[in-house]
């Protein structure tokens, strides 16, 4: 089945050491994007990719980055976690900008010690 | 700035109730409204509505945009326990692949 995948589900980090988080599909989409997502609240855009093209949100730190090697998949680096970046991770994708349907995969929930 | 809010924040009924959660918007260049129900992963797509006073409709859930009055209604008729989640209203701005989310309504729904 086509499906966005999300590695790993669970992450534990310690404060201040890098971690990276895996989005991989299988829909062949051109655009991929990384939500986060705290509690209680609406998922926010980080950045996406459109194809290679890089598109960084304005209020996203720098704290944040994201690479994409190939079409399918996409990654997810904090360069230095805080306490205050624990949250759901979503990966989501979508098979051109202007479509409106996005498919999200199940999420990374990160913890920062 | 551009905002969506929904209303109630949150929503407890019991099983065979009807219920109806708003979602405002005050956008520009708006393109569409999506609908998401959120469970204990990741959202998954209910609606997608573009047009005025069409409604759509899947099962028990339907849905209907009024821009003139920039906002959208999701019903949910004869709840079951399996309708509890965090439904979550998101407005698409032309010109862009941005999605501007409201905060949610957490629908709880009790036997």
Redesign the interface.
């Known amino acids: 089945d086509a499906m966005v995948i999300q590695n790993p589900r669970y992450q534990v980090t310690q404060f201040g050491k890098p971690v990276t988080l895996s989005c991989s599909q299988t829909l062949n989409h051109n655009v991929m994007y990384w939500y986060q997502q705290k509690s209680s609240q609406a998922p926010k855009l980080l950045f996406h990719y459109y194809d290679k093209d890089f598109n960084n949100e304005a209020d996203t730190p720098d704290n944040f980055q994201s690479r994409r090697p190939n079409t399918s998949f996409c990654f997810l680096d904090i360069r230095s976690p805080g306490l205050g970046d624990a949250a759901m991770y979503l990966c989501a994708t979508s098979r051109d900008p202007w479509d409106n349907e996005q498919f999200f995969g199940p999420g990374t929930r990160l913890t920062v010690l | 700035e551009d905002k ?1 809010v929904q209303s109630p924040l949150s929503l407890v009924v019991h099983e065979g109730d009807t219920v109806t959660l708003n979602c405002s918007y005050e956008v520009t260049n708006f ?2 409204l ?1 609908w998401y129900k959120q469970e204990k ?5 209910l609606f ?1 509505l573009t047009s005025s006073g069409i409604e759509k409709k899947s099962g028990r859930l339907s849905s209907i945009l009024d821009k003139k009055e920039l906002f959208s209604i999701l019903n949910i008729t004869a709840t079951q326990t399996g309708d509890s989640a965090v439904y ?1 209203c ?1 407005v ?1 701005k032309s010109n ?4 501007i ?4 309504t ?1 629908l709880q729904v009790f036997p």
Not at chain 2, 41 to 45: E, G, M, V
Not at chain 2, 96 to 99: A, E, F, I, P, S
């Open positions: 969506v393109r569409s999506l992963k990741a959202p998954t797509f997608m979550l998101a698409e862009t692949d941005k999605l989310f409201g905060t949610g957490r």
